[in-house]
């Protein structure tokens, strides 16, 4: 069983050193994934996708992703370009994180017109379709909704697509196109939100032939990690808070073999250090749980 295990990095721009620092920990201590999120109308935060063509290219085997892509401020075409880029330049590390778009007023003082919901979710769809069409070689695509004319594909597969979904209406294109689905607000399996969510992704993937474990789980998971074991490791809402790393590898252990977890990608919280609490998540947790599954 293949679960994978990532960071969500620091982005802050005057933290350059650290954040490479900390990717190439994270590459020879094994993880899976860097994650970077997308908020460029904010003036102190690293682009991901600069940030993640030089996290690949000083790496080696840890897989990168924009968690999640603005798809409002990425053109879809463009951001097809990117990826088929990225996953060369990195031999396959690319995985292509999407979400509909949020926070309109900031999207807005970028110069982009605000449109209705279903509207962002239709785009959210169509351009999962054209990533894919202008992936893996074949014939020149006409694609009259975003008006592309005769445009050659990549020889290159197309990226894993992964999704920060919400809405009905996005959950149900994340059924029908991705491969994976990140749960928003760091939902994780026990929540309501997983519960109500999760059956309209499984719906819509069976209702154009596809297998609901065809789109993995992956969550966004803060959280502390404690030399010593705490006294409970929920809180009162049961929100998951952290503990010690035996702690970690029994509930994310449970979370694989009893509800399909397909990968976690950490968001440290407490006072510990970023390089202590990602050492303990690369050396002790990670392996202890994937040694547990297997």
Do not use: C
């Not at 969500?8 to 490479?20: N, V």
């Not at 990225?86 to 396959?92: D, E, K, R, V």
């Amino acid at each position: 069983m293949n679960v994978r295990f990532g960071y969500g990095s620091p982005h802050d721009i005057r933290a350059t050193a650290d954040i490479l620092r900390l990717a190439e920990q994270a590459d020879r201590d094994g993880l899976d994934l860097f994650s970077l999120s997308d908020h460029p109308y904010l003036p102190d935060l690293l682009d991901p996708y600069a940030t993640l063509a030089f996290v690949l290219g000083r790496t080696s085997r840890i897989s990168a992703l924009a968690n999640v892509t603005n798809l409002p401020l990425r053109p879809a075409p463009v951001l097809a370009r990117t990826a088929s880029s990225l996953t060369a330049l990195s031999g396959g590390r690319f995985v292509l994180g999407l979400g509909a778009g949020g926070a309109w007023d900031k999207i807005e003082s970028m110069g982009v017109p605000r449109v209705r919901p279903a509207e962002a979710v239709e785009a959210f769809e169509q351009a999962m379709i054209l990533v894919r069409r202008l992936s893996g070689g074949g014939p020149a695509v006409t694609d009259p909704y975003h008006g592309v004319t005769a445009l050659a594909p990549s020889q290159l597969p197309a990226p894993p697509i992964w999704t920060g979904s919400n809405g009905p209406r996005s959950l149900a294109a994340t059924g029908r196109q991705a491969d994976g689905w990140i749960p928003g607000h760091a939902a994780d399996w026990l929540s309501e939100r997983y519960r109500e969510s999760r059956p309209i992704i499984d719906e819509a993937a069976l209702s154009v032939g596809r297998k609901p474990a065809d789109v993995a789980t992956i969550y966004n998971f803060p959280g502390r990690i404690t030399a010593q074991p705490l006294d409970r490791v929920r809180d009162e809402a049961g929100r998951w808070i952290g503990g010690s790393p035996a702690q970690w590898v029994e509930e994310l252990t449970g979370a694989v073999l009893d509800h399909g977890a397909a990968g976690f990608i950490l968001f440290p919280q407490g006072s510990d250090s970023f390089e202590t609490t990602l050492s303990r998540w690369s050396q002790e947790v990670a392996p202890a749980v994937r040694a547990a599954v297997s």
